[in-house]
């Protein structure tokens, strides 16, 4: 598949009433992290140019049962990743101790019974750890347990990842989020019943880019949620000459988020010392003929 080489073993049996009985097991054979990458859609196919790729990687499962109109086989696939490294070609610096161990279960024709477990995702860019940890079951009507923990240094991340001519990207993100819930619970509209939590931390954020008429930068940001609202503590920046310190609430934000028809509402205070709207004008774009 693609350049994941895969193997199976077992046996597929058509039935006189058309049942189909299956009973086979497969696994990856002499896998890396770049093969599981080939898996990824066109679109990003340039990322795999000049990269290389180390760890040790397994993909392993079973498909027993029967296949009608009323069943399905059951499905158990697992995969794992130890101590893996990516460096891409123009980027020297490497992502690195990869740790990433999952598994996909449908043992049954009804999608209630499908569950994804990540039990560790892990890496660590120029010492700067990410993990996350993922349980999402019952795919009718969803239910997760998440968490996610991120140090991140953006211009580190610039190292690996090829920006736009004349784009600037610096700043520090330190963030932990828990989340817990189901689709039902949101439908409902029951808060209670979606226990989240988690702080972002933005320290040194700087962006500049052809894109935007004058350089933004965040001196200090730190903002708290809760399943009912986001805090924003304080956020004080500039735009240009301009400066401004803004905080204040928003709510329904998980409603918002997971309902097509979701609103989210606010409630900010904004002060600035000063404005330079010069700075903020852009001249009008000729009419093209």
Known sequence: VKALPISAEGFLTLKENQDIDMDFSFAGQDMSIKSILSLVPGVYNDYLYGLKASGEVDLSGTVRGTFNE???PKIHAETHVKDGQ???????????????SSAFDYPSADLKDASLEIDQFSLMLEGEKTE????????ENYHWDAFLESHL????????????????????????????GSLAAIE???????PTSGQLNMSGFYFE???????????????????????LEKMKGKLGESDFDAKGTISDHLTYIFKPDGVLKGKLSFNAGSINLDEL?????????
């Not at 990207?169 to 817990?180: E, F, M």
């Open 70 to 72: 009323n069943s399905l």
């Open 86 to 100: 990516l460096i891409y070609g123009d980027f020297p610096t490497p992502i690195e101790n990869i740790q990433v």
């Open 132 to 139: 996350a940890k993922l349980k999402l079951y019952d795919f």
């Open 153 to 180: 240094d953006l211009e580190k991340l610039t190292k690996i990842i090829h920006l736009e001519d004349g784009m600037i990207l610096k700043g520090r993100i330190n963030g932990t989020v828990n989340s817990k």
């Open 188 to 194: 409902a509209e029951k808060i209670d019943q979606l």
């Open 209 to 231: 880019s052809n894109a935007v008429t004058e350089p933004i930068s965040i001196s200090e940001a730190v903002a708290n949620f809760n399943p009912q609202v986001v805090t």
């Open 281 to 289: 004008m852009t001249s009008s774009a000729e009419e093209a003929t």
